[in-house]
């Protein structure tokens, strides 16, 4: 087989092994978003916080979301950040309300004095698409 079939095999079964990865960007909360999707894996990074979360220590590239897609529901962690106490993570799972709109929903524990105080509240995090790379 010449070199370059083997070359053109090998690029396609290395496309078909790792799909490539896709950045799109979205609204959330008046910061906008990266989400990296690559196969089901997908995280949220911050690209564009807004001025009240950077003052809790988020700047550009700060992880938001990490968990993966199956059908059209999510899995996986979020974080919530504190000026004093860093990033703490909560599980929150939700849905592809349209390839537009994604929901996440979960209870995030309550924390004073950057120690869990045993009560948590209710977490609804939502996306609007912006726009694709």
Do not use: K
Not at 36 to 64: C, K, M, Q
Not at 68 to 93: H, K, L, M, Q
């Amino acid at each position: 087989m010449p070199l370059t079939t083997r070359l053109v095999a090998l690029v396609l079964s290395l496309c078909i092994a790792f799909p490539a990865m896709a950045d799109s960007y979205w609204n959330h909360n008046g910061s906008l978003m990266r989400l990296s999707a690559h196969g089901n894996a997908r995280d949220f990074y911050y690209a564009a916080p807004r001025p009240g979360i950077v003052n809790a220590g988020v700047r550009p590239g700060t992880l938001f979301f990490d968990g993966w897609r199956d059908g059209n529901r999510y899995y996986g962690s979020a974080r919530v950040f504190s000026p004093n106490c860093g990033a703490s993570t909560f599980a929150i799972e939700g849905w592809v309300a349209s390839e537009t709109h994604v929901i996440l929903e979960g209870w995030r524990p309550v924390f004073h004095n950057c120690h869990p105080t045993g009560d948590q509240t209710w977490e609804r995090l939502e996306f609007i698409h912006s726009y694709s790379d």
